[in-house]
């Protein structure tokens, strides 16, 4: 079936750096990927649609300077922290939909980022 | 617009009870409904999908669900609950669209007690 990669699984970094989190699609096209945010104990949020080759489309409030959105392949998209503080911490996970068989949603096994 | 209520945010049963978790949906059209469970630090596990069809639905580890569309529910029921069945729970709603995201409900943590 499909599969979803997504690295780190965790990575620790200090206030005002950056972080890059990939969400790989292994063994399918993925043109659509989906970020998703997960605060402890809590649902997912969706954050934004990734489109390979163009802008992602960001839900309401969400920055769109803060988590940046790169999706340049079929099979890669990227979800950017920029100047992260510790209220970004969290937990990350991306999901894909293999557009020639609908069988579900693919989840990558998510990123935990902790800000210090 | 969709949107998934899970009521009960904590379910608590003992090993070999009956497991039912609810879930009701709003949907201006037809639905593709879900359930997930996640373990802790993990991803997302598909349990099982409705999308046309039987209404009464099979998944993976004994666990089944029914779409009535009279109630806008798809409760998540397992006849006997394990040990192993201790973990959080999905139900997600989306829109047979590409490009659609899922929906999810707030979630429910199953407990099982021995």
């Known amino acids: 079936g499909a599969v979803v990669s997504q690295h780190p699984s965790r990575v620790i970094c200090k206030s005002g750096t950056s972080v890059k989190i990939e969400c790989r699609s292994l063994d399918f096209q993925a043109t659509t990927m989906f970020w998703y945010r997960q605060f402890p104990k809590q649902s997912l949020m969706l954050m934004a649609t990734s489109n390979e080759g163009s802008k992602a489309t960001y839900e309401q409030g969400v920055e769109k300077d803060k988590f940046l959105i790169n999706h340049a392949s079929l099979t890669l998209s990227t979800l950017t922290v920029t100047s992260a503080h510790p209220e970004d911490s969290s937990f990350y996970i991306c999901?894909?939909?293999?557009?020639?068989?609908?069988?579900?949603?693919?989840f990558g096994s998510g990123t935990r980022l902790t800000v210090v | 617009a969709q949107s998934v209520t899970q009521l009960g945010s904590h379910v608590s049963v003992s090993e070999g009870a009956l497991v039912l978790l609810r879930c009701n949906y709003s949907?201006?059209?037809?639905?593709?409904l879900f359930w997930y469970v996640q373990y802790p630090n993990q991803g997302l596990q598909l349990l099982l999908k409705y999308t046309t069809g039987a209404t009464l639905v099979k998944g993976i580890n004994g666990f089944e669900a029914e779409f009535k569309k009279s109630e806008t529910s798809f409760h998540l029921t397992k006849p006997s609950a394990h040990m192993s069945d201790a973990a959080e729970y999905f139900c997600?709603?989306?829109?047979?669209?590409?490009?659609?995201?899922?929906?999810f409900g707030k979630g429910t943590t199953l407990s099982v007690s021995s």
């Open positions: 997600a709603v989306s829109l047979n669209q590409a490009g659609t995201a899922l929906i």
């Open positions: 949907s201006s059209v037809p639905p593709y």
């Open positions: 999901s894909a939909r293999d557009p020639l068989s609908y069988d579900g949603y693919t």
